[in-house]
């Protein structure tokens, strides 16, 4: 050893292990220098949100150690928000279920075997069903999982269990506008294609907060090269509002009130698009009878802004080349819900602001699977977009699965909230739940902990036995998660993408489609096998069974062509182009082939605020860190880090002057329902009388009224009047 | 995608690369804080960014601001760092850790305002971000730029001298620009903003144990090393005084993430007022020892009495060092940004400590009539010194808002150890004892209550020692 060696080594140390632990070299295909030195790259849509960006996870020794966006998808071309940058991290926790667990009679769990839990299930479910009736069990379900495991679910429960009742958590986030597009459209049908953002000379969002919440979604809108108008509706002041050209600050569930009124300015100015109206929709007279009635003074005060700003609002709308519109929980979670995204599509209707690029009435979904949940998970519709209560649609249902028609329910099932309600009214004794949190999610804990002791048998099926909700249950089933199997999940666009394996499920824990396929084993349903026997053939089956339907995917190659393409949108029927924007022919699926305008009066919300509750409490994601109840990005180290740990509550800085409330103090909120303590956090991100409280913890949705959406159950998350006081 | 022509030029003389920050284009979405995370293969969680929220005072706005290294003109960091682990690459300008030099002191992260480096407690070293030179090398964005959707982030190249003459800072509650000369260019922020204060801004610094015990030792041993020449049981209590050195030295070694390469931490010595601590005590504490050693010989007649001259001189100097070195201590933590360590809390409570418990231990060993000069030593410097306290932790100037909450609340308990201790055994037992002098216990206990109470002073010196740091608030 020379000096300078000797040096190198002992005086001053240049290089060494720690920083050899950190040299990054080329990655496999196009990842570029990574960390690690991966040997493969397996690419899969994100198992989050509906956005449907797609990763490539790089694995070493066939074990997944890293992950990146894929570079050339045309939905996120190489980026993606924190959650999927961190995809793999609630994957590979160490808190994953490894096995079933059954409650012990002293309240505690004991792990089991699959044969023990799958034979607890079978009796447990037959004896219930013995006591009181086949529609005695119910199953709650989600917008997570594969489009091919929703469908054997779905089928599994209601044509071999004799599972009348069965809905998804997609209940509390896209019924609305799966209910208003059937009603205008004639089909569930989300016109959109993301190019749209990119293509609008007018955007405008309305309830939507994709800065934080769909962040790839702002990456088409800031690379808009058309200098667009951004409006953003919203009472909030959100990073989005931020972002926009313009913000309407409006009052929490004016949105009808203020639509219908901008309805009636473009009428009243002639700025609608009479020739596509004559063409393409029916019921215009009415619908412009019924705004010309809308006391224009009257919007102005429910919805807080002046008679300027709604006129420029409806001047906007009415002279954009290429106006789109969109929507997301502001709008879904409404006592009027379906009625405002109506009124949203009525706007694009009127002036002809649909089928062309750029335009469209189009909702942003939330879950990554929630599109492949309204096609298949066979709860409020028949299987592919089909009708329970239409005998031909049953037939045809019948004839793809192998089965006798008269096993096919006659209606559908009855949604979540009315699920629990006949839980409580003890119609309903076995329930089983499958990833999804609902003691956390659902707008009234008090009534899941309500029915908890009504039910006879509680089944979780989760990736983690700790949630609120596998808590609470008899029998806990430990799944695979997304990247630990195959399948097909569906995004905002309507675009077709694939989740791969790329890690094994943990212990003797198993994917949830296998699961299902056993308990069909169990209850010796062999037609299950045969049109389900793997994803692949399921996915076939799907394909038969969206045949004819609006949402036609048969033209699809199998498996091979979606990740050829990076995803492939429906519809695209046999022999035919995938269709990347709809109604560009005008065509809608009703049977007279147009549109309808649908509305109704405005009301109130049921519970107002009072001199006892005078502020409204506002509910939504706080950051693009944290999804939803947190079981998965709570397990994050470096999603949690970036999360804010408390509970913490928003309140204007004016407004908390003259409650002498100052930053960081506590604060007690209490609504009609209950209370809690929260951080304040001043911000003018919120307007005097309105309060925002980040929905990722638990104790928030114990204060809100449990109000929903009279045509699509849809709960109101929105809108809960409260009172506020600074603790001492 | 490694492109050679999209990668910035590469800077010329007197040029290097900027991080450049369109903040109007920034979301807060984060995605620049995983993908450093994942593209530079880091710790569960580590990232070397971060993305915080600062509100307008007046007018609406709440601005996500993306912040890591800022690799700056004059890094705080490489000055500060006892080891030389910094180094500011002559042709890039990056400023690059050597995280096999780094010996895990984590003063560097005292002397940083913006939070660059950061403490990885599995590795015992610390980390920052290197502007993903390898990236950058061959033309590939930086991981921060992979994550950004917007393209808020870019790498530019700019000259020194023109950041330099711009200076300012948009950042208000950061350091002032001069400190460090920051080169990161944030791009259209509004001016008049605040940063917004979550409930991670309320948290105490951590404690940092063995420094407490390093520093509190150190000082006892040098107070009474000076103490001990105007008492006759000087060589006893010069003993004592080497052995608390050294615990005081070893206790130092146990906040260290690589103790094994201590031996560095002279290095800086040129800039770094840790290794000049390093370097006074690593003399201080053998020349002690030394004497103290001849002093026995001496005594025990195994070497001449007339090297006697050359051991005082001995003492002396070793007292010059130990002195220097607790001078030291105190400009290290001094010369830090953290707003309770300007001014006189280090550069006088130091020696205050040293005079304190020095006096106060001399007396408790010989509790004579004779030494009761020790207890006007220790009434006059334990009470001033109290003053002073109580002066800056409620005077409404003393201390920010924050400081002043934490010290009303979850701190309440050690303020009030620390000045009702430093009240009781600094003038109420002294007091006592110049009526009653040859109590040797209550002299004992009240040399252990001043000890404790500077222990209590010391941690929260720590715990308060709360920096500038980039905005905070991760909700979006």
């Not at chain 1, 079933?100 to 769990?109: A, R, Y």
């Not at chain 1, 054997?152 to 208003?180: H, I, P, W, Y």
């Not at chain 1, 969109?326 to 109506?342: D, E, F, K, R, Y």
């Not at chain 1, 009525?346 to 879950?367: F, H």
Request: net charge negative; aromatic share 10%.
């Amino acid at each position: 050893m020379n000096i300078k060696e000797f040096a190198q080594k002992f005086i001053r140390q240049t290089d060494g292990p720690l920083t050899q632990s950190l040299h990054k070299k080329a990655g496999p295909g196009d990842v570029g220098l990574v960390p690690g030195a991966p040997d493969q790259t397996v690419s899969l849509v994100c198992g989050f949100c509906s956005t449907g960006c797609n990763l490539k996870v790089m694995k070493t020794g066939g074990e997944p150690t890293n992950l990146s966006p894929e570079k050339t998808h045309p939905v996120n071309s190489g980026k993606a928000c924190p959650k999927g940058w961190q995809a793999l991290a609630p994957v590979l926790s160490t808190d994953r279920a490894t096995a079933p667990l059954i409650k012990e009679p002293s309240g505690g769990f004991r792990t089991s075997s699959w044969d023990e839990a799958l034979g607890l299930f079978h009796d447990e479910l037959i004896k219930t069903q013995d006591q009181s009736g086949k529609g005695s069990a119910a199953f709650l379900s989600t917008g997570q999982i594969t489009t091919e495991e929703m469908a054997l679910l779905g089928s599994l429960t209601k044509f071999g269990l004799g599972f009348v009742e069965g809905d998804g958590n997609t209940r509390q986030c896209m019924a609305t506008s799966a209910v208003a597009y059937k009603q205008s459209f004639g089909f569930d049908a989300p016109p959109l294609s993301y190019e749209d953002l990119k293509e609008s000379d007018v955007l405008v969002f309305i309830g939507a907060n994709p800065c934080i919440n769909h962040p790839i979604l702002w990456k088409h809108v800031v690379a808009n090269p058309h200098d667009p108008k951004i409006i953003v509706i919203d009472p909030r002041f959100t990073k989005t509002a931020q972002g926009a050209t313009e913000h309407l600050p409006i009052t929490p569930k004016s949105d009808l009130a203020l639509l219908y009124g901008v309805a009636k300015i473009l009428v009243e100015q002639g700025w609608i698009d009479l020739e596509y109206i004559e063409a393409h929709t029916t019921e215009f007279d009415e619908f412009r009878d019924f705004v010309l009635t809308i006391d224009m003074d009257q919007v102005c005060i429910d919805s807080g802004l002046s008679q300027d700003e709604v006129f420029g609002l409806a001047k906007s709308i009415g002279s954009g080349e290429r106006v789109s519109f969109w929507w997301t929980m502001g709008i879904n979670q409404g006592h009027q819900a379906v009625l405002s995204a109506q009124g949203i599509i009525n706007l694009a209707l009127m002036t002809g602001n649909m089928g062309r690029p750029g335009t469209g009435a189009n909702s942003i979904t939330g879950q990554c699977n929630a599109m492949g949940s309204r096609l298949f998970s066979n709860t409020t519709g028949l299987l592919g977009g089909h009708d329970f209560a239409d005998e031909m649609h049953r037939e045809k249902v019948a004839t793809i699965l192998g089965i006798d028609p008269a096993l096919i329910p006659q209606r559908a099932s009855i949604p979540y909230d009315q699920i629990l309600s006949e839980i409580e009214a003890g119609n309903i004794k076995f329930l089983w739940v499958v990833a999804t949190n609902p003691a956390h999610s659902w707008i009234d804990p008090d009534q899941w902990e309500r029915i908890r002791s009504k039910l006879d048998f509680l089944v979780v099926q989760d990736i983690y036995g700790d949630t609120l909700t596998a808590k609470g249950a008899d029998l806990f089933l430990p799944a695979g998660s997304w990247g630990e199997k195959e399948g097909v999940m569906i995004n905002s666009e309507r675009r077709l993408s694939k989740v791969n394996p790329v890690h094994e499920a943990p212990g003797i824990a198993k994917t949830d489609f296998d699961i299902f396929l056993e308990i069909a084993n169990r209850f010796n349903l062999g037609w299950v096998e045969k049109s389900f026997a793997t994803p692949a053939k399921a996915f076939e089956t799907l394909q038969h069974l969206s045949t004819g339907q609006p949402c036609d995917f048969s033209g699809i190659e199998g498996y091979r062509e979606i990740e050829a393409q990076g995803g492939v949108q429906w519809p695209k029927a046999k022999g035919k182009e995938a269709v990347k924007r709809l109604f560009a022919d005008g065509v809608y699926y009703h049977p007279d082939q147009k549109a309808q305008f649908c509305f109704e009066q405005v009301t109130p919300p049921p519970y107002l605020t009072s001199p006892l509750y005078p502020f409204v409490l506002l509910t939504g994601r706080g950051s693009s860190s944290q999804w939803h109840t947190g079981t998965r990005t709570d397990r994050s180290p470096i999603l949690k880090r970036m999360s804010p740990k408390k509970i913490y509550v928003e309140i204007n800085p004016e407004q908390g002057q003259l409650l002498s409330i100052q930053e960081g103090d506590r604060v007690q909120i209490k609504s009609r329902n209950g209370l809690l303590v929260a951080w304040a956090v001043l911000t003018q991100q919120v307007k005097a009388l309105e309060i925002f409280i980040p929905m990722h913890y638990g104790e928030l949705n114990f204060l809100l009224d449990p109000v929903f959406d009279g045509l699509s159950h849809q709960p109101s998350y929105k809108y809960t009047p409260v009172s506020i006081e600074p603790l001492r | 995608m490694a492109d050679q022509t999209t990668g910035p030029s590469i800077p010329k003389p007197g040029e290097q690369y900027v991080f450049e920050v369109d903040l109007n284009t920034c979301t807060g979405c984060k995605g620049c804080v995983t993908a450093c995370h994942n593209l530079n293969g880091l710790k569960p969680e580590e990232s070397w960014r971060s993305v915080g929220v600062m509100e307008s005072i007046s007018g609406k706005l709440s601005q996500s601001i993306t912040t890591s290294c800022h690799h700056c003109l004059d890094p705080a960091c490489l000055s500060g760092c006892p080891t030389i682990a910094y180094v500011k690459d002559p042709l890039t300008g990056v400023v690059r850790h050597l995280d096999d030099q780094c010996i895990g002191c984590q003063y560097c992260i005292l002397r940083c305002p913006y939070e660059a480096p950061k403490w990885i407690p599995s590795l015992g070293i610390v980390r920052k971000c290197d502007m993903c030179t390898e990236r950058l090398e061959i033309g590939e964005e930086t991981a921060c730029q992979q994550g950004c959707p917007n393209g808020a982030i870019s790498i530019g190249v700019r000259d020194k001298r023109d950041i330099a003459i711009q200076g300012g800072w948009p950042v208000p509650v950061a350091a002032p620009w001069e400190y460090t000369s920051p080169t990161t260019q944030y791009l259209g922020l509004s001016a008049g903003t605040k940063t917004r204060e979550l409930e991670e801004h309320y948290e105490p610094e951590k404690a940092h144990l063995p420094l407490v015990l390093m520093l509190i030792l150190t000082q006892f041993s040098v107070g009474l090393w000076g103490i001990s020449f105007f008492l006759e049981e000087m060589k006893l209590l010069q003993t004592i005084s080497v052995v608390t050195a050294l615990s005081g030295l070893v206790s130092s070694t146990f906040h260290l993430g690589h103790p094994e390469k201590a031996y560095r931490a002279f290095l800086g010595f040129r800039t770094s007022w840790l290794s000049r601590e390093v370097v006074f005590f690593g003399l201080y504490a053998p020349m002690a020892a030394g004497c103290v050693g001849a002093d026995w010989l001496i005594g025990n007649g195994w070497v001449e009495p007339s090297y006697l001259t050359g051991l005082l001189v001995g003492q002396w100097v070793a007292f010059g060092f130990g002195m220097f070195g607790v001078f030291a201590s105190a400009k290290l933590y001094q010369t830090t940004p953290r707003p309770l360590w300007k001014g006189s809390k280090a550069l006088l409570g130091f020696p205050m400590t040293a005079l304190i418990l020095g006096s106060a231990f001399a007396y408790s060993y010989s509790p004579l009539e004779s030494h009761q000069w020790l207890l006007w030593v220790l009434m006059a410097s334990s009470q001033s010194w109290l003053l002073l306290e109580i002066r800056r932790n409620h005077r409404p100037k003393g201390l920010s808002p924050q400081l002043r909450s934490l010290l009303q609340g979850p701190l309440k308990g050690e303020w009030n150890l620390q000045r009702y201790g430093l009240f009781v055994f600094g003038l109420v037992v002294p007091c006592l004892l110049l009526g009653y002098p040859d109590s040797a216990p209550v002299s004992s206990l009240m040399f252990y209550g001043l000890l404790a109470a500077c222990v209590f002073e010391r941690h929260l010196f720590f715990k308060l020692g709360i920096g500038p740091r980039m905005p905070k608030g991760e909700a979006g």
